[in-house]
């Protein structure tokens, strides 16, 4: 099983422009969750989804659009990019809601330069 | 809402000391609480948890955590610090009435050879 991938590794944007971030995982979990991560500011929630065709927003929403058309597949959008959203983007997942289910598994992060 | 505190962004602890990371949460319900490891241009990775039960509970790696109700902590623990502990850790929680798991700011550990 890869896990957890995410596309593209690294990316650099110029203010204003769009791009998706791809999120990937195999192991027919049904809770997927982007954060991205900033120093001093730790991880951040954007958006999450508790299943195929449901998103929902998390601490740091604007700017971002998500979706969960296939139930592996969580999608992250920025529309407009800026300077401010320059940060490294984890995705996450778990299988459920059960407590024995509660473990994330993370990708390996996307790197992404607003310039 | 649901937050988490990590009031420490270095810990420095000489190899073979025991070391304790501090986190301190605040749900409005039952919390479940987790705690993560994050090494240089890595993803996180899953240390342990506490959903109910025992107060202490042991995970990966040595590590062990204590759920304090009355202080509203989650204090991770080793009791022998090895260098390759040194990394980024981060403490979560998530209310049981609530999907989203919010993360703290992370507190770096530097074990000291």
């Known amino acids: 099983n890869a896990g957890v991938t995410q596309t593209p590794k690294f990316r650099v944007l110029k203010t204003g422009q769009s791009m998706t971030l791809l999120c990937a995982q195999d192991?027919?979990?049904?809770?997927m969750y982007w954060y991205r991560q900033d120093p001093g500011m730790g991880l951040r929630l954007i958006h999450y989804s508790v299943g195929e065709g449901t998103t929902a927003k998390g601490e740091v929403p604007d700017g971002y659009n998500v979706s969960r058309l296939k139930k592996q597949n969580f999608l992250l959008g920025l529309e407009s990019a800026a300077p401010s959203q320059t940060s490294v983007y984890f995705c996450a997942s778990k299988r459920g809601a059960a407590i024995n289910q509660e473990t994330q598994y993370f990708g390996p992060g996307t790197r992404l330069l607003v310039l | 809402a649901q937050s988490v505190a990590q009031p420490e962004d270095q810990v420095n602890v000489a190899e073979g000391n025991p070391l304790t990371v501090k986190c301190t949460y605040s749900?409005?319900?039952?919390?479940?609480l987790f705690w993560y490891v994050q090494y240089p241009n890595r993803g996180l990775q899953f240390l342990l948890k506490?959903?109910?039960?025992?107060?202490l509970v042991k995970g990966s790696y040595g590590f062990e955590a204590e759920f304090n109700k009355s202080q509203t902590s989650f204090h991770l623990k080793k009791p022998s610090a090895l260098v390759s502990d040194s990394a980024l850790y981060f403490c979560a929680v998530r209310d049981k009435g609530d999907d989203k798991i919010i993360f703290g700011k992370g507190t770096r550990l530097h074990i000291l050879p």
């Open positions: 749900v409005s319900g039952n919390p479940y």
């Open positions: 192991m027919n979990h049904e809770y």
């Open positions: 506490y959903i109910t039960g025992d107060n």
